[in-house]
């Protein structure tokens, strides 16, 4: 059964660096994980997204094994503007198509 | 501000009623996409328009039917919805089908709630 888990929650204090993952099986082999931030009552907001090994942007790193069973996003000394939710987007390998399926979320918050 | 904008932002209806939630981008995408997301829950799919073709249906019920007119505009007619189906509806859009290198863009969704 296909399924991507997160933590449901993590505290963190402004400055501080944020490790979050996305454990993930039966990936499809031809597709990305993309990690999206949402805030309430707002769409999700494209942060990263990856194949494999590691990316890095202007706001975030992404880490991906060579297995791909899980990623983790890396988020550089949080300020309180990035308590949000934090979702990875995987596409599922059904045998017939690829199905796109969001993480569980992460709901982050980052205080003083 | 969002490059995928979504009308109404919010909507209440009956049991009964018809109404459309309608999403428009100008960025020339080819690949369109309703979510359904319900309080503290990740958003679930449940239709994919490709080059404004129905690629994709999520078993999802047949009280919510989709239209892709042309290649900016995504409508999502309703009718005769249920209580569980109140929820903020995100409409998604992407240069092609697919993840690689095609991130989506998200409008801000339409709260619906039915009574």
């Known amino acids: 059964l296909a399924k991507t888990t997160q933590p449901i929650s993590m505290d963190s204090y402004e400055g501080q660096e944020v490790n979050i993952t996305c454990s993930h099986n039966n990936i499809a082999t031809n597709d990305y994980i993309t990690w999206y931030q949402q805030f309430p009552s707002q769409g999700p907001r494209f942060i990263i997204q990856g194949y494999k090994t590691k990316v890095t942007n202007e706001v975030a790193s992404l880490f991906i094994p060579a297995d791909r069973k899980s990623s983790t996003l890396s988020l550089p000394r949080v300020s309180l503007s990035d308590t949000a939710v934090y979702y990875c987007?995987?596409?599922?390998?059904?045998?017939?198509?690829?199905?796109?399926?969001f993480g569980t979320g992460t709901r982050l918050q980052v205080t003083l | 501000d969002t490059e995928v904008t979504q009308t109404p932002k919010h909507l209440v209806m009956g049991m009964t009623n018809k109404k459309s939630l309608k999403c428009e981008q100008h960025m020339g995408h080819r690949a369109m996409y309703w979510y359904k997301q319900k309080a503290k829950k990740p958003p679930e799919l449940m239709f994919v328009y490709s080059y404004e073709k129905l690629s994709i249906n999520e078993s999802v019920p047949s009280r919510f039917s989709p239209e892709c007119p042309n290649s900016s505009l995504l409508n999502l007619h309703l009718h005769a919805l249920q209580p569980e189906d109140s929820a903020l509806y995100l409409c998604a859009s992407s240069s092609r089908p697919g993840q690689g290198f095609q991130p989506q863009h998200f409008g801000d969704g339409t709260r619906l709630s039915i009574l």
């Open positions: 987007l995987v596409a599922f390998d059904t045998g017939t198509a690829s199905k796109l399926t």
